[in-house]
């Protein structure tokens, strides 16, 4: 590779890794406003109309917490069939958004260009690799994905999302 073609993929890469990063950047904004909508529906649940008080205590809890708890409050709740086989479903997409979120935003982004055999189909393409920690040390745990997918997968359950969360809120909670 001569000095021109390095020079124009190392331009290559940082485009591509803009790219990326605006996309993760859209995907955190998105989650942060139907993470509101989601403490917004606990705040109902707590305290009939006062929806300061679902920031109070979410405000001390993870996504997942603050999902969990939503989830018993509006079993305590709801007695309607429909909304307790609706609650379900939004419940498990909440928890798989929030598992999909840690993932692309805990992930770091590296390129791949060995064509080695077990690397061949990836040559050239953006994986994600993830560093897990066993036993106080780090162990490379290389969970190789294309984050692109991963990100496609996110963009379109947030969206779909923060519809049925407003509707259910909407419906079930006002």
């Not at 139907?34 to 979410?58: H, P, Q, R, S, V």
């Not at 780090?138 to 996110?154: C, F, M, N, R, T």
């Amino acid at each position: 590779m001569d000095e021109d073609e390095i020079e124009n993929n190392n331009r290559d890469d940082e485009k591509t890794f803009r790219e990326f990063y605006e996309r993760i950047g859209y995907l955190v904004t998105a989650f942060a406003h139907l993470e509101i909508e989601l403490i917004n529906g606990l705040g109902l649940l707590i305290n009939d109309g006062n929806l300061k008080i679902g920031e109070i205590i979410a405000g001390k809890l993870s996504f997942a917490s603050t999902v969990d708890l939503f989830e018993e409050l509006a079993l305590y709740a709801l007695t309607d069939k429909k909304a307790l086989r609706e609650l379900h479903a939004l419940v498990k997409k909440l928890r798989s958004l929030g598992t999909l979120r840690n993932e692309i935003v805990h992930a770091s982004l590296m390129q791949i260009y060995s064509a080695s055999d077990d690397w061949k189909h990836l040559e050239g393409r953006f994986v994600r690799q993830r560093v897990r920690q066993r036993c106080r040390r780090k162990v490379s745990g290389a969970i190789q994905s294309d984050p692109s997918a991963l990100l496609d997968q996110a963009e379109h359950l947030i969206s779909t999302l923060f519809d049925e969360l407003a509707l259910f809120t909407q419906e079930y909670l006002c």
